[in-house]
């Protein structure tokens, strides 16, 4: 009876968070390169719901869709990395750009511009801002800055199995989410004003551009350049 249970149990999980699945691939969708289907996302995202149903226990605590999230937002970005979606080398000048911002940020004591950051990379202004476009995904966190850990032990299951019940409670309300407000605080006003309209309002980067009087391709720039800048702060 136990094995119909909780087979009857999965089932159901999967059916009713089958929806969550394709909603989750259109909002990703909207934010990718033009080459990314959508279709191969949902793909994706069902084989993470399927280990987030077969992984999951109540005795965890956290909500199951909260995990769920987690465990599809993952699958379809390990599905989006082994696609090359933003290859190696992006990865690598991006990295580059944050380094580079960093030493600015600490020789200058404040924030650098444009023209300050290419020259730093040696770069001309418009070689710099088409590091920038090739950039377009670059993201704040990367799935595997939570994957395992030196005994194989995956984040998810590490902290989803604590009295706080949300697997990222800890990181949400600890000294991350924190850095994370500084972060933004520091922001250039026109950047720090892009990314509240970005992931707040959730407009789209035509919409944004409209409202800051640039280009869809500047506001992509504008993007890419305010992650790089958070990811370097909070590196530091």
Known sequence: MYTVKGKSDKEHLLEQHAPLVKRLA?????K???NVEVDDLVQAGMIGLLDAVNRYEEEHGAQFETYAVLRI????????????WLPRSVRQNMRKIEVAMSALQQRLG????????AKQLKLSLDDYQGMLTDGGGHQL??????HVNDANEHFLDRYGSDDAGDPLH???????????????EGLPERE????GLYYEQ???????GAVLGVSESRVCQLHSQAIARLRSVLRD
Do not use: C, T, W
């Not at 404040?110 to 950051?117: C, K, T, Y």
């Open 202 to 208: 959730e407009l789209n980067l035509k919409e944004i």
């Open 32 to 34: 990718l390169p033009p």
């Open 73 to 84: 937002r993952g699958a379809m970005l390990d599905e989006l990395r082994s696609s090359d």
């Open 192 to 195: 720090k004003l892009l990314m």
């Open 110 to 117: 404040r924030a650098p511009n444009e023209s300050e950051v």
């Open 26 to 30: 259109h909002h990703m969708k909207a």
């Open 141 to 146: 966190v990367y799935y595997e800055d939570f």
């Open 170 to 184: 800890g990181l949400l309300e600890g000294d991350f989410r924190q850095g994370v407000i500084d972060a933004i």
